[in-house]
């Protein structure tokens, strides 16, 4: 992991570190889950959303639920296009981000891409009090 990092800051960039993660998660290495998540969704029923989802294959919205699925089956092995799909909400106008889960790595990431934006991070009980607290206001 240090030597691919190491090589990324070598061939420009600006920064580069490792991410926990679980297995080789977005790449090719999870080619053969594909048929398997495919024949999964194809036995439940996609509705079309009430509300936009964007896919982090494609950076844009997809409601139709044949396309959700593709979606949802091609981001098995694709790359992910968060700050692509970020770039995208806040050209459309979105200005407030509520990040799920424990830790502030992707918060941290929007505030590199958009200084200005509205941050706001669910852990636990408190923190999603807090949200709950600045979204009403």
Same mark, same amino acid.
């Given at each position: 992991?240090?030597?691919?990092?190491?090589?990324?800051?070598?061939?420009?960039?600006?920064?580069?570190?490792?991410?926990?993660?679980?297995?080789?998660?977005?790449?090719?290495?999870?080619?053969?889950?594909?048929?398997? =998540?495919? @024949?999964?969704?194809?036995?439940?029923? /996609? #509705?079309?959303?009430?509300?936009?989802?964007?896919?982090?294959?494609?950076? !844009?919205?997809?409601?139709?639920?044949?396309?959700?699925?593709?979606?949802?089956?091609?981001?098995?092995?694709?790359?992910?296009?968060?700050?692509?799909?970020?770039?995208? =909400?806040? @050209?459309?106008?979105?200005?407030?981000? /509520? #990040?799920?889960?424990?830790?502030?790595?992707?918060?941290?990431?929007?505030? !590199?891409?958009?200084?200005?934006?509205?941050?706001?991070?669910?852990?636990?009980?408190?923190?999603?009090?807090?949200?709950?607290?600045?979204?009403?206001?």
């Amino acid at each position: 992991m240090a030597a691919a990092c190491e090589l990324a800051k070598s061939n420009g960039a600006r920064k580069a570190m490792p991410l926990p993660v679980a297995g080789a998660y977005h790449s090719s290495l999870m080619a053969s889950a594909q048929p398997k =998540l495919e @024949a999964a969704l194809a036995a439940i029923r /996609i #509705e079309r959303p009430k509300v936009s989802v964007i896919a982090n294959v494609t950076a !844009r919205p997809h409601e139709e639920p044949v396309d959700i699925s593709r979606r949802l089956v091609e981001q098995v092995t694709s790359p992910v296009r968060w700050e692509e799909s970020m770039r995208y =909400l806040l @050209a459309q106008g979105f200005s407030r981000f /509520i #990040e799920l889960g424990p830790g502030k790595a992707l918060s941290g990431f929007m505030k !590199r891409i958009d200084a200005n934006a509205q941050l706001l991070n669910v852990a636990d009980a408190a923190s999603l009090e807090a949200t709950r607290e600045a979204l009403a206001s």
